[in-house]
């Protein structure tokens, strides 16, 4: 069964950082690319980062790039990602998403707030 | 960065009721679009991909057709446990973009 657990979620000041990480299982995490999404209380899905199979090619929205940094290691079978510079409206539930869509973690909450 | 605009924002409609969600993108994405159904306080759920292509345990009720630009997702005979929020997405390049969301109502 294909599981994705995110953690490291919480509450930070603005202009602070933060580590999320996702733990993946059941399936081979090499594979696939990994993306984070995010969804802030009562907006729509906002598409952050995603790596590839091999973790060569990295791709940032606009809005995060510069700031966030996704990583991950096969060897652990995990993503991660990190933000630095955190503004309030970076505030959202964070979701880790495996490649082809289908599975996705049940999120973790990040505040940005002071 | 190409836009998705989805139509209509929300609609209400009646156990029974067939529904059509329109997404547009501002150019040509192939048939590089997902569907999804989100729930309140769940992930979205994965319906289609590939513009037409119903992922693995979804009910034929869900029929998404399109190409190039402009792309319809069908809701046969609505039942209660369709109401939700529906988002296209667009795979054809990055950045990956959403639609800003249908959200389907009981009337």
């Known amino acids: 069964e294909v599981q994705l657990l995110e953690s490291g979620g919480g509450l930070v000041q603005p202009g602070g950082s933060l580590r999320l990480s996702c733990a993946a299982s059941g399936f081979t995490f090499s594979s696939f690319t990994m993306s984070w999404i995010r969804q802030a209380a009562g907006k729509g899905l906002e598409w952050v980062s995603t790596?590839?199979?091999?973790?060569?090619?990295?791709y940032y929205a606009d809005s995060v790039k510069g700031r966030f940094t996704i990583s991950r290691d096969d060897s652990k079978n995990t993503v991660s990602l990190r933000m630095n510079s955190l503004r309030a409206e970076d505030t959202a539930v964070y979701y880790c998403v495996r490649g082809g869509w289908v599975y996705w973690g049940q999120g973790t909450l990040v505040t940005v707030s002071s | 960065d190409i836009q998705m605009t989805q139509s209509p924002s929300s609609l209400s409609a009646s156990v029974g009721d067939r529904v059509t969600i329109t997404c547009r993108a501002s150019q040509g994405i192939s048939n590089y679009l997902a569907w999804f159904q989100q729930k309140p306080g769940k992930a979205p759920k994965s319906l289609i991909y590939?513009?037409?292509s119903l992922q693995s345990g979804v009910p034929s009720k869900f029929n998404g057709s399109g190409s190039g630009t402009d792309f319809t997702l069908t809701i046969s005979s609505l039942q209660p446990e369709d109401f939700a929020t529906y988002y296209c997405?667009?795979?054809?390049?990055?950045?990956?973009?959403f639609g800003q969301g249908t959200k389907v109502e009981i009337k």
């Open positions: 790596v590839s199979e091999n973790g060569d090619s990295t």
């Open positions: 997405q667009q795979y054809n390049s990055y950045p990956r973009t």
């Open positions: 590939e513009a037409s």
